[in-house]
């Protein structure tokens, strides 16, 4: 007669691995890209597809006072665009609410 229960399992071991499953390369990149004079967009790319991005931006756009969108691009799939160049307030407010971890984050641009 064997005692199973005293095997060790950890149920939650399958669960640390898929949490980052979802992002693209580990990373998410923040770049900002050039409009037209002194305009700018900043784009978030690899977020994990668990977020709902809609309300990442209705916050972000609140938070920053700017304007922003959920775009689906054919290669990297949906990308958050926020008008101005919003680098670091983005870079923070992903910190700050756990979305991200700080080692996580790459960022691009001049």
């Keep these: 007669m064997s005692i199973q229960n005293l095997n060790t399992f950890d149920p939650f071991a399958d669960a640390v691995g898929s949490a980052n499953e979802d ?12 409009r037209n ?14 977020y709902d991005l809609k309300k990442i931006v209705r916050t972000c756009k609140k938070e920053f006072a700017c304007n ?16 101005g160049d919003q680098r670091e307030n983005i870079c ?16 691009h641009g001049f």
């Design 23 to 34: 992002v693209q390369d580990g990373l998410v990149h923040i770049r900002i890209q050039q």
């Design 37 to 50: 004079g002194r305009k700018t967009l900043t784009t978030v790319q690899g977020l994990s597809s668990n």
């Design 68 to 83: 922003g969108t959920v775009i689906e691009h054919p290669e990297y799939g949906e990308v958050l665009q926020l008008q």
């Design 92 to 107: 923070q407010f992903l910190t700050k609410t756990g979305l991200v971890k700080q080692d996580q984050l790459k960022v």
